[in-house]
């Protein structure tokens, strides 16, 4: 048998929020780059437009998993811009730059994650490392 119908996968957006596949649609076409722009024009639409932090963060961990770094790091980017009081959104984000090589934001997110909550270990641990 198949692999199941043709949009059933993953990189099509399959198995995200209806909010999210929209946005996923969108990002295809226009650029992961333009995900903040994006977020904004349709908040501006309709006031009530959401992106749970959580679905965001899934999300950008799955484009990871899918070798899409850059594309992961704009929604990591994008779920800080929307949720600047989560400790979790700048520690993902700090990850991501860790991972690509870059120190300095890495660092620099990685406090920011500690300063909203000082038991974030994993941002302990770096920071000590790096210094």
Do not use: C
């Amino acid at each position: 048998m198949g692999g199941g119908l043709p949009g059933m996968k993953a990189t099509t957006g399959f198995g995200l929020s209806p909010t999210i596949r929209a946005l996923h649609t969108e990002l295809r076409k226009r650029g992961f780059a333009q995900a903040q722009t994006v977020a904004r024009q349709a908040k501006k639409k309709n006031p009530a437009y959401q992106l749970p932090d959580g679905e965001e963060n899934a999300w950008s961990y799955t484009l990871l998993k899918q070798a899409q770094p850059k594309d992961a790091l704009e929604i990591f980017k994008l779920n800080v811009s929307l949720y600047p009081q989560s400790a979790n959104t700048y520690d993902s984000l700090a990850e991501t730059y860790a991972d690509l090589g870059n120190r300095e934001l890495a660092h620099k997110n990685y406090q920011r994650a500690l300063a909203l909550n000082p038991k974030n270990t994993g941002a302990a641990e770096y920071l000590k490392k790096t210094l």
